[in-house]
């Protein structure tokens, strides 16, 4: 068995774990670190794919799509982890809400509207001082 047959299946592998990990686990965080893994075991295949013969040269283009990829996936985990914040803060929960969702998230979800309007209050003195005046009279 060659290098390139063992950086392949070891490609395979990983990218099995990291898709195992994606269906398995419900909450969000560890659906991102799922997906970091799946693309780390695809630039492992791009990279096994670029065979080096010693007297020819080698092919770049799996080499330009594993540094593209790398760009690509950390754009993906910079955008995913930014969803994951505001889906934590609607839901107060950091999985994905099922039928089978717990209870308590409506509530939280609740307070956590309040919340922004009272932090909307503290950021615009002037719409709370219209507040104030409109309770009081």
Do not use: C
């Amino acid at each position: 068995m060659s290098q390139f047959q063992i950086y392949g299946l070891a490609s395979v592998l990983i990218f099995s774990i990291g898709l195992y990990g994606f269906i398995v686990h419900p909450h969000l965080v560890r659906k991102i670190l799922a997906m970091n893994i799946m693309s780390s075991g695809i630039f492992l295949l791009l990279v096994s794919a670029a065979r080096r013969d010693m007297h020819a040269i080698p092919d770049p283009v799996p080499h330009a799509m594993v540094l593209t990829g790398i760009v690509v996936s950390v754009s993906m985990t910079a955008f995913a982890l930014a969803l994951t914040r505001r889906v934590v803060a609607a839901t107060g929960v950091a999985a994905l809400l099922w039928m089978d969702a717990p209870v308590e998230a409506a509530p939280i979800a609740a307070r956590n509207d309040e919340h922004s309007r009272d932090l909307d209050r503290v950021a615009d003195p002037v719409a709370a001082d219209r507040d104030d005046i409109h309770l009081s009279v």
